[in-house]
Structures are given as structure tokens and as C-alpha cells.
């Protein structure tokens, strides 16, 4: 069964109805003023451009360098530990550790009592086999001795001629001299020990050899020639720097590393003395590939990379525009830029973090203070840095 409403209850549902409507209406159209002016304001704000404050360095012109850095130990190409050739007791020792040495000169003596001895009896079965080779010889001419007779005879002298030659060299031996020119750097044994053949006496060094062995990659192999220069420094060891040569390079690569070993000889004047380097000492060495005495070069810190691919942001005005370079030579501080730069053009070295192209930005000096529209770009840190030194 379905209920018919009366007209009183219609009245009512009619008139609650017509209410709502009105309230929910005045509410909206409140609301409406508030709701417009919020999305003004955040339309403003989406609106309004960040400015992003930049350093910048003009393009210039100078020379450049390409360079190889290596570190390497000094060490000599001729160098000799000292054995004794002979056992016995040191009797005489002529050296000690910083002494020049010449070669052929004397360094040390072994008693030679035990030499002597085997020396003596060399010479007395000489004599004893050389007078029964002298009978054996009229022996034979005289037909009372056979040739096989006579055969061992003379193999018996010529074994004793042997012996006693021997017998000398041992005598000889227990006086030790020096076999190449240098300076004694160690002295192993003193005088009155006693010492087996093949022990260790003293170690010879010729500084004029002193080399420094570098390695380079494979790919700076066709610009290095022997006779090139290259400079050296002393990394723990202040003071010591100078200029040696390419002496030999390898004819082969190693293919583990893919580089070259590079021997660079230090000229005799670098070697020894208070100022010199020393064998073992720790020094770096640098290697010119390439130079240019004209080059367009930007500073290195405003090179930004993109899958590898090098941009600078160059400023123009008040904004800058992404530009891709093509690039050269390279040193510490600059690189050569072959395209994509002109001398002069400003170009962002730093703040360039999170920029885009044609983005706004207002020029400041290092430590953030704004530059006048028409002032001077910035030094860059490298500049800054030699300014300082030149003022200091």
C-alpha cells in the first residue's frame, strides 16, 4: 500500500527545501571572493622568475700547455753491491758510507795466509810434473817410451799449469777494488770480521746515471721522443727541481696497464751535493705533449658535462644561453676551446648549478656581492689566488 503525503507535510518539505537552497547559495557566493583571490596569488607566485646570483670570467687569449704528470722513484741505472770473492778474515777496509770511489782502486784486503798456502803447492807439483814431462820426452825420442806415455805426461803438466794459474787468481782475490767510479752508499762489513766468499762488503753508486722511470698511457705515446725535456720535482724533499731528458722509451706496452715505460736521465748537476736528488727519493715528473703559444681559453670551472659532452653557459645580459664546446689542450686551470666560443664572451664559473638555458641571473663577485650592470667580470678562483700571491 503507498501512502499519499498531505498538503501539510508537502507545505513543509517544500518550504525546508526552498531554506537550504538559500543558505547553501549565500555560503557559496561567500566563499567565491576568498577562493578567487587565493588562486591569484598563487598564480603570482608560479609567475614570479627566480634570479640565480653567478660568477662569471671573460674568454681570453694565452698560451697552454699539454701536460703528463707521473710520479716516480729516483733511482740509478749503475749500481753495485761489492762481494768477496774469497774467504778469510777482513784484514784492511779503505771505505766508509759518502766516500768517492774510482774504479780499479782498492776497497778492501783478506788475509791471504790459506791462498798462499794453496799458492806454494800449485807451483811445487808444477815442478814435479814438468820434470817427469821432460823425462818422459827423451824417453820417447830415444823409442824407450810410448806415445800414450807421453800423452799423459803432458796432460799431467798442462793440468798443473792450471792449478797454479788457479792458485794466483785466489791470492789475487782476497784484494777487493772497486769496479765501477761513484760513491760507497752502504758498507756492509767492518775490518777484523771474518767473511765467507760471495758476502756482502759495500755498495757503489754512480750518481751521473740517475734516472727517474715513468709510465704513460698509450695513447700519448706518438708525442714523446727521446732527447724531449721533462721537468722533475722533489715531493717529500723540498728545493730539488730541474729539468732532465727522455733517455730510451720502452718498445713495448704493457697490456695490463696500457702504458709505456719512460726512463728520463737527470742531468749530473741534479744528482748528489745538499740540493741534488738522491737514489730512493720520491719526485715527480712532468712531461710536455703539446703547446700552444695563442690558444682561446676558458677556465676549467665553467665547463659543465652532459653525457660527456662539454657546455658553458655564456651571458648575455641578463640571462645565459647553454652553448656546447669543442675542446683542445687542457692544463690545471684553463682548457683551449677550438669552437663554440669567442674571446671575450662571459661565460659562468660559478653558480652555474642548476641552471637551464635562458635562465635570469645577476652577476656577483666570489664572495656574493651584487656587480654593477656595466662592472668588470669577476676573477676566477685561479686569478683571485695569483692576485693574492703577487700582493703577499
Known sequence: MVRVPTNS???????????????????????????????????????????????????????????????????????????????????????????????????????????????????TSLSQVKAELEVVERLFAAGAASSDELRQAQNAYDTAKIDVRDRKRDVANTRITAPLSGKVTERFVAQGAYVAAGAQLATIVDFSSLVARVYVPERELDRIAVGQPAQIVGKAATDRH?????????????????????????????????????????????????????????????????????????????????????????????????EGLELGDEVVVSGQSGLEDQALVQRVDPTGKPLPEDGPPSATVSERAAADAGGA
Not at 309 to 318: N, S
Open 9 to 123: 507535510h508537502r507545505r513543509w518539505s517544500q518550504g525546508l527545501t526552498v531554506s537550504a537552497i538559500t543558505a547553501l547559495l549565500a555560503v557559496a557566493s561567500a566563499c567565491q571572493p576568498q577562493a578567487s583571490a587565493d588562486e591569484d596569488v598563487a598564480k603570482g607566485s608560479d609567475d614570479e622568475e627566480v634570479t640565480t646570483p653567478v660568477v662569471v670570467s671573460a674568454v681570453k687569449a694565452g698560451p697552454i700547455e699539454a701536460t703528463i704528470e707521473a710520479a716516480s722513484t729516483i733511482e740509478p741505472e749503475r749500481m753495485v753491491t761489492v762481494h768477496a770473492e774469497s774467504t778469510g778474515r777482513v784484514t784492511l777496509l779503505e771505505i766508509e758510507e759518502g766516500d768517492d770511489i774510482a774504479e780499479g782502486k782498492l776497497i778492501a784486503k783478506i788475509k791471504q795466509d790459506v791462498q798462499r798456502s794453496g799458492l806454494d803447492r800449485a807451483k
Open 242 to 338: 730541474g729539468e732532465g731528458k727522455v733517455l730510451r722509451i720502452a718498445p713495448v706496452v704493457d697490456a695490463t696497464t696500457g702504458t709505456v715505460k719512460v726512463t728520463v736521465a737527470l742531468p749530473e748537476a741534479l744528482a748528489g751535493g745538499a740540493q741534488g736528488f738522491l737514489p730512493g727519493m720520491y719526485a715527480e715528473v712532468t712531461l710536455t705533449t703539446q703547446s700552444r703559444e695563442r690558444a682561446t681559453l676558458v677556465d676549467k670551472q665553467a665547463l659543465v658535462y652532459r653525457n660527456e659532452a662539454p657546455f658553458v653557459f655564456v651571458v648575455d645580459g641578463e640571462r645565459v644561453a647553454e652553448r656546447a664546446v669543442k675542446l683542445g689542450l687542457t692544463d690545471a686551470d684553463h682548457a683551449e676551446v677550438l
